[in-house]
């Protein structure tokens, strides 16, 4: 598995090619998108909104977005967060991980997770943290199974969802 940066840190800037990929990923996961929330309508979710969604992400200062490629098919994508919106966070966050619903169970999103963790731990970061949906026990389990433990629970900043917020001592 090859990380690397998305290319264009504006989401206008990203190629055809590369968009109808991430929207492919992003619609693959269908029950997730039934959960957050994200998209208007989970069933056709298109590249103008993957792109509004990137947009969003791109717009805090210190995140990144990483495309994790096999065989160089997309089948993950993380983003991160440097430092989080909430200056009394000092840990890094990890704002999305998703692996292509027809890669899940592979070991993509582990490898992808470790990755970031590595990433992170590099720079002298003392731990991640991240945010679960309270109604994804899949993603709590996953999460979990990692190694993160429950630090608080509390609406997310963006939407209000009821989110359990995990941390890992890196």
Request: glycine residues 8%; aromatic residues 6%; charged residues 25%.
């Amino acid at each position: 598995m090859i990380v690397e940066p998305l290319p264009a840190k504006d989401p206008r800037d990203i190629p055809g090619p590369l968009l109808t990929e991430l929207t492919g990923l992003y619609a693959s996961n269908h029950e997730f998108q039934q959960l957050s929330g994200d998209f208007p309508d989970p069933d056709h979710i298109t590249p103008e909104q993957v792109a509004a969604a990137l947009a969003d992400d791109l717009a805090q200062p210190t995140a990144e977005v990483l495309l994790a490629r096999s065989e160089g098919r997309l089948v993950a994508v993380a983003v991160t967060l440097g430092r989080h919106p909430d200056p009394v966070q000092a840990d890094p966050w990890l704002g999305l991980l998703m692996v292509h619903a027809e890669e899940q169970r592979a070991g993509y999103g582990r490898r992808l997770a470790a990755y970031v963790e590595e990433s992170f731990r590099s720079e002298g970061r003392q731990g991640l943290r991240l945010a679960v949906l309270e109604n994804n026990p899949r993603a709590l389990a996953f999460w979990t199974s990692l190694g993160y433990e429950e630090t608080a629970r509390r609406p997310d900043l963006a939407h209000g969802r009821p989110c359990i917020v995990m941390r890992k001592a890196l």
